[in-house]
């Protein structure tokens, strides 16, 4: 590690004391110290600047830590960490980082300190804050840390949204659309900044994405403000959100540590989709109960939608996951009303003689939206929520999916907090949907299976226009929302009309093999696949059969081409098996020479693509040249390869 102490000059500025932290491989160089008393940093990558000079520090009730300080101390370490996790892209970590801790006191002799952890592709730094005197608790009124990108950047990212709007008041939900390559001067379309996480195209400089982990129920959910003097600040929540219900502003006992906010950085997009910062910097906050099984699961509501909110059409699910193969049958909302507890009971004992577990929504509120379907206020509450997830256990019930959440205030945060750690208590998995995006969750909370945050599958069936932009959104999913964090999409749809007969509504755009590349894309341990009984007939046989066997979980990820917004490919491992797939939103074919270093020449594949003129086949192929493998992809169309793992 280089680490020193020296001096610089700066036009405009006050001598600036300042130290590096570089990343073992030494690309990654995070320089950091005080102009005027204030604390700044600036990053490079492999000489090339990517954040440039940049505030740090906090205002607080108990003091100001943005300005007056003075260096207090200093010191530096190595950190390496090799674990295994389940539910992400990954199952195994060597986590090798340099650290360094500047220690500052304010104008009242107050102190604070900044750690940093720069390893070869991500940055994680956060505020630490001893307790001193009497003092044992700090509200936190506005954070400085900024991100100043080079005038040249673009972006891609996503709004947060007005307060209490949408359906039944329930935004914000992260189901906001992305605008791609925009100019930071752009502003967002609502005017309160962005949601994380946030991708940065630094021209020829490099990628950077920003995001935050390991924010529990101490901290609020922060996200970007708009692009004002020349930068992104962290935001904390709108007092709006949550019905205006608890505090925008995060509290935290002393001494404490604000959530780890991360900058994943390369010259190209490979670090950006494999990276693993947010399960780095984080531990379990509590042992499983039970070995959380991911799987796969057929939905009823994502095509029949309400109406099939009864017993029979139940049945009729959890006989199409048996005939799967699938794990999961997903009942979703007014089952309270339209199924009733004894119907469930019944439910949950038929599916379990088919070898199918039950998964059971409900809303999570509550008093801060108007969301009317059933069940509500029963997991807004201890008392109520308790003795539910017992009768689910009594039913041998082992997932749910809480819904309608109410922003990001650190109440909210709280509220998942509270859900996931009663689950576990009962032996129940948790996905959120209607909700903030995880940070750092899979590894905290070992019985958190998923989050929504995402313009979502749902929307195929409310909007043409989402059918229309379906193969869009993908390729920016693998680069940004799902690269932080598992997504819950419920995807991969072959009805090419989205209702129940198959016969109306909106109509499909993508092919039969880009729905099937998705559930490789889109990484979720839990998979509710937007699967209709009728595929087991009208849909192609090997489709069939391919999403008979699809994996949910992931020993290994790797980038392999593509730009967000235009296409995208990646390889997936899953035990002895590469599952190679791609999907593009180009009107014009693409002609991919894909360069796949997990294959060798003379392995047998099978190919599962189509042409648009007929229906999607497997076929058995010979690898010629792994370095250099031929694909042609046109709009809306997809493909996998699946191939031996050695
Ligand atoms: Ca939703």
Request: include cysteine; proline fraction near 6%.
């Amino acid at each position: 590690m280089r680490f020193q102490l020296f001096s610089l000059a700066l036009t405009g500025a006050v001598c600036l004391s300042a130290s590096t932290v570089s990343s073992p491989d030494s690309k990654l160089v995070v320089t950091t110290g005080l102009q005027s008393g204030k604390p700044i940093y600036s990053v490079t990558y492999d000489g090339k600047p990517i954040i440039m000079e940049s505030p740090l520090g906090f205002v607080s009730n108990i003091g100001d830590f943005s300005t007056g300080l003075a260096l207090a101390g200093e010191s530096t370490d190595k950190v390496h960490k090799s674990f295994d996790q389940d539910r992400i892209k990954q199952s195994h970590i060597d986590y090798t980082a340099n650290k360094l801790t500047t220690e500052y006191k304010n104008a009242k002799g107050q102190k604070m300190s900044i750690e940093w952890l720069v390893s070869d592709n991500d940055i994680a730094f956060r505020y630490l804050i001893p307790a001193e005197g009497d003092t044992r608790s700090m509200i936190i009124e506005k954070e400085a840390t900024g991100y100043r990108f080079p005038d040249f950047t673009t972006t891609f990212l996503t709004p947060q949204s007005h307060a209490m709007i949408g359906w039944k008041r329930t935004k914000p939900s992260y189901e906001e659309p992305y605008k791609p390559d925009a100019a930071m001067t752009e502003p967002s379309m609502y005017g309160h900044g962005y949601t994380f996480p946030a991708l940065f195209h630094v021209g020829d400089n490099g990628w950077a994405l920003l995001t935050e982990t390991g924010v529990d129920g101490y901290f609020c959910g922060s996200r970007l403000s708009e692009y004002t003097d020349g930068m992104y600040t962290i935001a904390y929540p709108m007092p709006e959100e949550n019905n205006g219900n608890g505090s925008a502003n995060p509290a935290i006992g002393l001494p404490g540590a604000t959530p780890w906010r991360t900058i994943t950085v390369g010259s190209t997009l490979k670090p950006i989709v494999e990276t693993t910062i947010p399960w780095n910097v984080v531990e379990p906050l509590y042992a499983a109960s039970e070995t959380v099984k991911p799987g796969r699961g057929t939905w009823s509501w994502i095509l029949w939608q309400d109406p099939s909110i009864n017993y029979d059409d139940q049945i009729k699910y959890i006989d199409f996951a048996a005939a799967m193969g699938y794990e999961n049958v997903l009942v979703d909302n007014w089952w309270d009303t339209n199924i009733g507890r004894e119907g469930i009971a019944k439910l949950a004992k038929y599916a379990q003689s088919k070898g199918v577990n039950l998964l059971i929504w409900y809303s999570s509120s509550g008093w801060w939206n108007d969301i009317e379907q059933g069940p509500t206020n029963i997991m807004s509450r201890p008392i109520p929520r308790k003795a539910e997830m017992k009768w689910l256990q009594s039913l041998g019930i082992k997932g749910i999916k809480v819904d309608f959440f109410g922003g990001d205030k650190q109440e909210t945060m709280r509220l998942y907090e509270d859900i996931l750690s009663d689950a576990n208590d009962y032996g129940i998995s948790v996905i959120f949907h209607g909700c903030t995006m995880p940070r750092g969750w899979e590894r905290m909370y070992p019985n958190y299976v998923g989050s929504e945050a995402v313009l979502a599958s749902e929307n195929l069936v409310f909007g043409q226009n989402f059918c229309d932009e379906a193969a869009y959104n993908a390729t920016l999913h693998p680069f940004i929302r799902n690269a932080a964090g598992c997504m819950e999409y419920g995807g991969t749809v072959l009805n090419h009309r989205l209702n129940r007969n198959n016969d109306g509504g909106t109509t499909r755009r993508t092919t039969d093999a880009f729905e099937l590349a998705t559930a490789i894309l889109f990484q979720n341990p839990v998979q509710n696949f937007a699967l209709a009984p009728n595929n087991l007939t009208d849909a192609p046989a090997d489709a069939i059969a391919f999403m008979k066997a699809v994996p949910t979980t992931w020993d290994e990820t790797v980038f392999i081409d593509g730009y967000p917004g235009k296409y995208v490919v990646l390889a997936r491992r899953h035990a002895d098996k590469w599952y190679i797939a791609g999907v593009s939103a180009q009107d014009q074919p693409l002609k991919l020479k894909l360069n796949l270093p997990m294959l060798q020449k003379g392995d047998e594949v099978t190919l599962y693509a189509e042409d648009g003129k007929s229906p999607l086949t497997a076929k058995t192929l010979k690898i010629k040249k792994p370095e250099a493998t031929d694909i042609t992809l046109t709009d809306n169309n997809g493909f996998i390869i699946v191939a031996p793992a050695r």
